[in-house]
């Protein structure tokens, strides 16, 4: 991720719609702070501007020609985990939701939005990033018989299956879960500190999605589970009896 100007953010905004394009760019660059806005009509244009400017964060449609979101986010994260990436879509099923996360995108804005209401999902991203950047290089936590977590790169280490990149959500929930071990934190905590959304269905579904990719992660060790204690919220717990020497 590339370093701003002062406050400035740089923007890559992936859009087909010319007018819609024109419209949140205007919007977002008379914003006081201000914003750099590089645009793409597809996919294809969106990664070859990807490559050359590396913004701070993305905004991409979902369908486009050439080249559709799904397989530009595909491609990017296959280097970079780290660069926000926000999809827009008029119309959002669960199913897209899903494919979208798996994918590592960070987080969904609704068609038709203002200006404003984009700006404060990037704000909320780029805090989560930038503290992921700035955290001390000794925020690493054990995790069971054969994890080690390090928040401060964003990395889970398995003794038996290597390294593995999370992306910035996925970081910061297991952050979250590791510094509370053992308690369990509500899942109305959990939704307002990463989720800046209304709509309270699509926030719970996303959450479901992150906390399923990390049981997967952690799968290979029975001596460690998110557990979800129903009604109250998430707890990362360690079975001490299974634990041998």
């Not at 991409?60 to 780290?82: A, C, H, K, Q």
């Not at 590791?178 to 308690?183: D, I, S, V, Y």
């Not at 959990?190 to 579904?205: G, K, P």
């Not at 589970?225 to 634990?243: A, F, R």
């Amino acid at each position: 991720m590339s370093e701003t100007t002062g406050n400035t953010i740089k923007l890559l905004l992936v859009e087909d719609d010319a007018n819609l394009c024109y419209i949140i760019q205007g919007g977002l660059e008379d914003m006081i702070g201000g914003y750099e806005v590089l645009t793409a009509s597809n996919g294809e244009e969106g990664l070859k501007i990807w490559k050359e400017q590396h913004p701070d964060v993305i905004v991409s449609d979902i369908e486009m020609p050439v080249m559709d979101g799904y397989e530009m986010v595909r491609r990017i994260r296959e280097t970079d985990m780290l660069t926000p990436i926000l999809f827009t879509s008029g119309r959002v099923s669960p199913k897209d939701v899903v494919k979208g996360y798996e994918l590592g995108v960070n987080n969904y804005v609704k068609k038709p939005f203002l200006a404003e209401e984009l700006n404060a999902h990037i704000t909320a991203l780029l805090k989560l990033t930038r503290g992921m950047k700035a955290a001390e290089p000794s925020s690493v936590f054990p995790i069971g018989r054969y994890f080690r977590f390090d928040a401060a790169h964003a990395t889970l280490h398995s003794e038996t299956e290597g390294e593995h990149l999370l992306t910035v959500r996925e970081a910061e929930l297991l952050q979250l879960l590791c510094e509370q071990k053992g308690k369990v934190v509500k899942r109305e905590v959990i939704l307002s500190r990463f989720w800046n959304t209304e709509d309270d269905y699509f926030a719970s579904r996303s959450l479901d999605v992150f906390v399923s990719r990390l049981r997967k992660l952690l799968s290979s060790d029975d001596s460690v589970q998110i557990k979800t204690v129903k009604g109250v919220g998430l707890m990362l717990e360690e079975i001490k009896e299974k634990i041998t020497d």
